[in-house]
């Protein structure tokens, strides 16, 4: 990486961020095409850096799942780890009384997505504008898909 070199963790990234921030941000004198190049590196390494420990289904999304997987019936419904944020959709619509549970259980509803999800324990949900499709953002997270039985949810 050409302006991110030594970093060690989160901390160390965003340090360095803010004294280029300060070095190449357009409204500051610096240049806007070094800037973008440099904030695309940023985040390439902040996504890094912020899901090293996700490589294992996060403890709080299986008891969720555990929580609702009752609802699921004949297994009509798939559920996706996508980075840390769990995805759920259904072969068809579910019944009012599923939605109702799905909201208690404080998983959203994506307008364009077209699917629920919720990004776990402690989660505020705060609309960011994202041109991205559910392909691009499996592509750029990576996805497993999770199956369960009974109450027990399994990773794949």
Same mark, same amino acid.
């Given at each position: ?60 999304? !299986?008891?969720?799942?555990? @929580?609702?997987?009752? =609802?699921?019936?004949? %297994?009509?419904? $798939?559920?996706? /780890?996508?980075? +840390?944020?769990?995805? !759920?959709?259904?072969?068809? @619509?579910?019944?009012? =009384?599923?939605?109702? %549970?799905?909201? $208690?259980?404080? /998983?959203?509803? +994506? ?46």
């Amino acid at each position: 990486m050409k302006h991110f070199n030594n970093i060690i963790g989160l901390d160390s990234l965003k340090q360095k961020y803010k004294e280029l921030a300060k070095k190449y941000h357009p409204d500051l004198g610096g240049d806007a095409e070094i800037f973008k190049e440099m904030q695309k590196e940023y985040e390439d390494y902040f996504y890094k850096f912020s899901n090293e420990d996700t490589k294992e289904t996060p403890s709080h999304l !299986i008891n969720l799942l555990n @929580k609702i997987t009752f =609802l699921f019936t004949n %297994n009509d419904a $798939k559920i996706e /780890l996508v980075g +840390s944020w769990l995805w !759920i959709s259904f072969d068809k @619509k579910p019944e009012v =009384l599923t939605i109702e %549970n799905l909201k $208690k259980a404080g /998983l959203r509803w +994506s307008m364009k997505q077209k699917k629920w999800f919720s990004g776990g324990e402690g989660f505020k949900f705060k609309p960011i504008k994202t041109n991205l499709s559910f392909g691009e953002i499996v592509s750029k997270y990576g996805t497993e898909s999770l199956k369960w039985e009974g109450q027990k949810a399994l990773q794949n």
